[in-house]
């Protein structure tokens, strides 16, 4: 037994594909959706004994987790195993009052919700359902169910988006109070629809967007919340009856422990071994139904990739990294000039971006890096 303690299952269906996404998901299987769900939970019994007797998060990400068909989503949230924090990501517009209620007594504690904006011009850019007052709604409802650790998706660097565009973003979302916020830089994929329609507007905004992320900081800190990973705000614990509203589920992936991801396109990293499972979801459910595990994609993850990773994802976070078993990786030069600088601070033992080192976040990590 190998005591894994945190969990991911893909959900990949989606009402619509948004021309900007570029994650595991699919459109227009609604028979299918029971099928997926007894794929899932085979592959999870195949898997059972890596898993702890007791799990600290169970994630269920997509994909629109939410648009899973009501019958077959009950069914896999009773058969999960529980866990001390239960996240689903849902899209506003599948949010109802039944809904919400659902997930509560089916033992769901966190939401993530991806509003991405509350502009009604920026949601069309990205083809999104869900109108402001659509996400409005489903806070409400999330609420009224009981939800009290509520986080928003939301995106900026959005084709067309001014200054302040976002600066009304970040106001409509904290008008609303949500414990979490997840705060990212659209990125848009080179080849994709999205950037073929809007690469022109993306290449002008480009340079605004270290202006922006200065934007996001200020704003959500000014108000009140710990900006403890780069792109991760949560209420501070003097604003959350002592609570750490932190992400526990991503946490565990900044802090390099080990998970297991079911699903198709789902990575599992435990004991040094990571695989990947094939996206392709008739594969997927075919093999399991036969009893089989999916097809899978093995990484392999030498000392020397595991240590910069843990660098990488380490300084991420606000808390300093411990760096025992680290200094291989490290370029020591560049960290005395970097401190120098004033973008790292290193006590010897532990190492840390300041708030400017976060702020330039990857490029100064990667100079760490020998
Ligand atoms: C796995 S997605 C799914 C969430 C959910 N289906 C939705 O669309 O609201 C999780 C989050 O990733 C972010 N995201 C997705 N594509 C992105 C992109 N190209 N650039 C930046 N953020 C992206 C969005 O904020 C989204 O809410
Ligand atoms: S709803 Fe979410 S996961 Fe689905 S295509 Fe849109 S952004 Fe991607």
């Avoid at 600290?56 to 529980?82: C, D, M, S």
């Avoid at 139904?289 to 843990?310: I, K, N, Y």
Wanted: hydrophobic share 40%.
């Amino acid at each position: 037994m190998s005591g894994v303690r945190h969990l991911y299952v893909h959900l990949p269906f989606c009402a619509h594909r948004c021309g900007y996404c570029d994650f595991v998901t699919v459109t227009g299987r609604a028979g299918g959706h029971g099928a997926y769900v007894d794929a899932l939970l085979t592959e999870l019994a195949l898997e059972r004994e890596l898993l702890a007797p007791e799990l600290e998060t169970v994630f269920l990400g997509g994909g629109t987790p939410t648009f899973t068909e009501p019958a077959a989503f009950e069914r896999l949230l009773r058969a999960l195993p529980p866990a001390q924090e239960v996240t689903v990501e849902a899209n506003p517009e599948t949010v109802t009052q039944e809904l919400a209620r659902s997930l509560r007594r089916l033992g769901v504690n966190r939401v993530s919700l991806g509003a991405q904006s509350f502009r009604p011009h920026l949601l069309s850019v990205l083809e999104r359902v869900a109108q402001p007052d659509t996400v409005r709604r489903a806070f409400y409802h999330l609420r009224d169910a009981g939800f009290d650790n509520i986080s928003f998706d939301l995106i900026y660097g959005i084709p067309g988006q001014s200054a302040s565009d976002l600066e009304a973003d970040l106001g409509d979302a904290l008008e609303l109070g949500p414990e979490h916020l997840s705060c990212y830089e659209l990125e848009a994929k080179p080849g994709t629809r999205f950037t073929h329609t809007h690469g022109e507007e993306l290449a002008r905004q480009a340079d605004a967007m270290e202006t922006y992320f200065e934007v996001v900081v200020d704003r959500l800190t000014s108000a009140g919340y710990r900006w403890y990973e780069t792109a991760n705000f949560c209420r501070t614990p003097d604003r959350a009856d002592g609570r750490d509203f932190r992400a526990r589920h991503n946490l565990a992936y900044w802090l390099g422990r080990d998970y297991l991801g079911v699903g198709i396109g789902a990575v599992s990293t435990i004991q040094g071994r990571r695989w990947r499972n094939s996206p392709r979801l008739a594969a997927y459910v075919a093999a399991l139904a036969g009893g089989m595990r999916p097809e899978r994609e093995l990484e392999p993850l030498p000392l020397d990739v595991r240590q910069r990773e843990r660098v990488m994802l380490g300084l991420r976070l606000d808390e300093p990294l411990l760096v025992e078993g680290l200094d291989d990786v490290l370029d020591h030069p560049a960290l005395d000039r970097l401190q120098r600088l004033g973008l790292v601070r290193s006590t010897g033992t532990t190492l840390a971006l300041t708030s400017r080192g976060r702020m330039l976040g990857g490029g100064v990590t990667a100079d760490l890096l020998a």
